[in-house]
């Protein structure tokens, strides 16, 4: 079975290279060009290619545009963006906007045609350094969900600041100008909200969670 694809890139130089890399690909055949989104979505219901090899950023109907309204008319066709930019904004948007795959302009010619393969089998194809970035966020953002939410007055974060740097009860006070038993409702306060027994775990467990820094000198 022969994939047809079209190439939409507003760059006619960029076309021009990109089929003569697919030219010699057994298995592929570029039916069509456009030179923008609206051009790309023009070409599909005309064509019914089964992967559109789509520029992201392309003047007037960008390719995120295009794409949305090429899943919306054509679903069962692939869309694969090639972009000289892999932002996380653009990359995002892309997959938002329905696309299989995401790769650089600047990837080896030889793995293009795997990359529309590999879409048209219906499987996701990430440029291998968006596929990391992507996999980090995801890491650092189930992270920041598993910490517990803390909502502390201004107070409460100024006593606990001062409480990391080693000061004591009386020094706090003298420092906010409060009494020694204001600061010792503030401690109290911090125990309970941090979920610990004592002064050393709550400073340790604000360190965990980044609320304080032991390494800023000391006071």
Do not use: F
Not at 94 to 110: F, N, Q, R
Not at 121 to 142: F, M
Not at 145 to 174: C, F, H, M, W, Y
């Amino acid at each position: 079975m022969t994939i047809r694809v079209i190439i939409a890139d507003d760059h006619a130089i960029v076309r021009q290279g990109i089929k003569a890399v697919l030219d010699n690909e057994k298995g592929i055949e570029v039916v069509g060009e456009a030179a923008n989104g609206s051009q790309a979505v023009e070409k599909v219901c005309e064509l019914m290619p089964d992967v559109v090899l789509m520029d992201v950023r392309m003047p007037g109907t960008s390719g995120i545009s295009a794409a949305k309204s090429i899943r919306m008319a054509r679903p069962e066709v692939k869309i694969l963006a090639l972009s000289a930019y892999g932002s996380d904004e653009d990359v995002l948007a892309s997959l938002e906007a329905g696309v299989c795959g995401y790769v650089m302009k600047d990837m080896h010619p030889s793995k293009l045609a795997h990359s529309i393969k590999t879409v048209y089998e219906g499987k996701l194809e990430l440029d291998p350094s968006i596929a990391q970035r992507l996999l980090d966020k995801a890491v650092t953002d189930i992270e920041a969900s598993s910490k517990p939410e803390l909502k502390l007055t201004k107070r409460e974060n100024d006593v606990l600041q001062l409480l990391g740097k080693g000061l004591r009860n009386k020094e706090i006070a003298a420092v906010l100008w409060i009494s020694e038993k204001t600061v010792k409702v503030y401690v109290s306060n911090l125990l309970k909200k941090l979920e610990v027994e004592s002064r050393l775990e709550l400073i340790l467990k604000a360190t965990e969670l980044k609320l304080v820094d032991l390494d800023k000198e000391q006071v």
